[in-house]
């Protein structure tokens, strides 16, 4: 992605390359991830309290945990970039509602890479998860319950090996907890590194990211996956014959050239929506919103992991294999926006 990389996009940079450090490795056959670094047990849990375990660990595996998660959800978010691709470049008939859940998904495996990425994981921990921490924790005297956590890079403690904290969220809803996440840490960069020397495709694109609906929710997208999908005869009309969303039309006929085009669009949809608008009684709005959430927030994660590769040298045939998968499925051009290829 080409784009200027200001004090926002810096500040970006320098939290992933917090997480990942030099040693930090990816064994594409048999990478290491979040699950399989909390399963073996290659931590010390040093202390246990009602809401959070803080663990001692070393620096390079958890960088290798945060870069084994990572590659995988770029792997879920290439299937679902190219159903949508194949569903919009086809005349068969697709259910506008379903293609929403689908764009829903993939925007959340990139909302999943984008936190990890910065240090700030939202992962969910079950009670086998819990109890296995609780155990290992010295003179726990209580713990959290299973729900959604958020982990979160510590201090360095030597030069190999570093804090963790999981934290318990307010939520126990863990899609909702990651769009907050996403959106909040948007506003907060916002807030303390957007000056008005910015660029302006910069602050677009975190303007994306950062966008409550207009009841300043910041799980809006969450809502309306749940509306979409789960209110019978909200989305699904096609039976009838009365049409709820105009996704399809949008993607087919919206010229996604660039980055640039993106933010143009964005804006404009944007102002389309009424201070009165509503998931409720804007179904449409939201979901074109949805869309260039998605596409943006992609573009970001991709373009940050493919810094943090080149920059600590990581094993790149992850990233080989999903332009390959692409290639193939007729999907990859340069200096292009996904997932149109005019």
Not at 80 to 102: E, Y
Request: proline share 3%; hydrophobic share 40%; aromatic share 10%.
């Amino acid at each position: 992605m080409n784009f200027p990389k200001g004090s926002v996009w810096q500040t970006c940079r320098d939290h992933a390359l917090n997480s990942i450090v030099d040693n930090s490795s990816f064994t594409p056959h048999n990478p290491l991830t979040l699950s399989s670094w909390r399963q073996r047990g290659s931590f010390s849990v040093v202390a246990a309290t009602a809401k959070s375990f803080t663990l001692e660990c070393a620096t390079a595996d958890i960088g290798s945990a945060i870069v084994g998660d990572t590659e995988h959800l770029l792997n879920h978010i290439a299937e679902h970039r190219a159903l949508i691709h194949d569903s919009i470049k086809t005349d068969r008939w697709n259910s506008p509602a379903w293609l929403l859940v689908t764009i829903y998904y993939w925007g959340l495996f990139a909302a999943l890479a984008w936190t990890r990425l910065l240090g700030k994981g939202v992962v969910y921990l079950d009670q086998t998860a819990v109890r296995d921490l609780r155990t290992l924790a010295r003179n726990a005297m209580q713990s959290p319950h299973s729900g959604t956590f958020q982990l979160k890079m510590g201090k360095d403690l030597s030069a190999t090996n570093r804090e963790v904290v999981l934290d318990k969220m307010g939520s126990s809803h863990f899609h909702a907890c990651t769009w907050s996440q996403v959106i909040r840490d948007a506003q907060w960069r916002f807030d303390h590194y957007a000056t008005e020397e910015t660029n302006k495709l910069e602050f677009s694109l975190f303007k994306c990211l950062a966008f409550s609906d207009r009841a300043g929710k910041d799980s809006w997208p969450s809502e309306l996956r749940n509306r979409i999908n789960y209110r019978p005869g909200f989305a699904y009309t096609q039976v009838n014959k009365k049409p709820a969303l105009d996704l399809i039309q949008f993607i087919r006929k919206t010229p996604f050239h660039s980055m640039e085009a993106v933010a143009d669009i964005y804006e404009l949809e944007l102002r389309r929506i009424a201070a009165t608008s509503s998931i409720d009684n804007s179904p449409s709005n939201y979901s074109r919103i949805m869309f260039l959430k998605t596409i943006v927030l992609t573009s970001l994660v991709e373009e940050l992991f493919s810094e943090v590769v080149e920059r600590r040298k990581l094993d790149a045939r992850g990233s080989n294999k999903r332009h390959s998968f692409y290639k193939e499925r007729g999907m990859w051009k340069v200096d292009n926006v996904w997932p149109i290829d005019h």
